[in-house]
């Protein structure tokens, strides 16, 4: 009998990878996956728990399973990923209905734990969260033509308001050989666009190789045929050197695109969070990157109400905003999240930390507006994605947009999912690139 399955993947892109490799264990062992969970024999819950707000979905998801479970409408319940690892003492009385608990070590258990379920035995597995990495093939979900590819694991950093360090465990880098094994993998398979991602990867190497690698890892992931498009993130402001910006800057294929994650410009409050370096270290970053890539995109993420800010240095962090005019900016209020160092630190009240978040998304709007204004009368590449046959669109991303992240590309023509096309763009809406197919790409 083939037992059918669903999975439901929440948070970051790390954590999809882990899912996709728990499809792949999962239907190398027979397992059917399913759509939706209604009517399966177990449903996976691939958890985030890093913010509150994390959190609470991975607690509504797991709810909802469990209402179907008790209508006899769903098998069993797996649960998996950072809410069971950061709450592995007491999830299990918390949520009895789930049947089986996995760490973030313990994804690759996930068959195991599927068969128990089975045989009518409940079972919790929690490998440890800094072990090495477990190379496990698995089943690429994004597309058609784009997808990440992980690099190491964990992080070192700990900063102080962030619990990453302790779900995920110490950072981790995987063998060279076999990320690149990946990537090839990946090109055979039609992906044009490989997204490079880990918590921090610019530490690639330093634990295995005692030295900096992404510069030769993503030149050499460069020289795959197929690969047209290699995208970062996310970059720490620390630990870039002369040898990975004159990479990017001289290699084509790495899109001219950058997340690196500050949080926040004021030195007192940088220190206060274990953030390594100075604001002038992030000016004169950004400076530097500006001269060296003159069409460089930035992409940074901020946290308003951090412990330290008041209204001075509010307006700090405002004011080097408009100085920097930074292309793409993600915002979020100070969340104090228990066992970090921040949550015991005086901070201001969410409804302030929100309040300010709200004024610079405000700011950084026209700063975005004039940003997509640019490319008026420009002819862009587009990695084309889907039809929106309700709209009438084809849509797509240019070298300025990471999936689910940023805009979109709008544009009339015929052409096929998966193609790299030329697109000239003709009007701009709400961070959205409208266009026309260049003649000579159908």
Known sequence: ????????????????????????????????????????????????GFIDAAKSEAIDAILEMAELKNAGRLGGIIVTGCLPER???????????????????????VVAAANSILDGRKLSLFADNSAAIDEIPRVISTGPAWAYLRIAEGCNNFCAFCAIPYIRGRYRSRDMEC??????????????????????????????????????????????EGVEWIRLHYLYPDQFDDGLIDEIASNDKIVKYLDIPIQHINNKILKAMNRHGTGEDIRALFRKLREKIPDVVLRTSLIAGLPGEGEAEFEELCEFLKEARIQRVGVFPFSPEEGTPAATMEHVDFETAQRRADLIMELQAPIMDAFCESFLGKTVKVLYEYYDGENGWHVGRCYADSPDIDGQVLFSGDCSEGDMVDVLITSTEDGLLFG???????
């Open 1 to 48: 009998m083939e037992y059918t399955y669903a999975l439901i993947s929440l948070g970051c892109a790390k954590n999809l990878v882990n899912s996709e490799q728990m499809i792949y264990l999962m239907n190398e062992a027979g397992f059917e996956l399913v759509s939706e969970p209604d009517g399966a024999d177990l449903v996976i819950v691939n958890t985030c």
């Open 87 to 109: 709450y592995k003492d007491e999830i299990a009385a918390e949520l009895p209905e789930v049947d089986c608990f996995l760490g973030v070590g313990s994804f690759g258990d």
């Open 179 to 224: 990320v690149l094994e990946e990537a090839r993998d990946m090109a055979a398979h039609g992906i044009k666009e490989i997204i490079v991602i880990a918590q921090d990867i610019t530490r690639y190497g330093t634990d295995l190789y005692g030295r900096r690698c992404l510069a030769e890892l993503v030149h050499r992931i460069s020289e795959i």
């Open 436 to 442: 026309e197919l260049k003649k000579g790409n159908d």
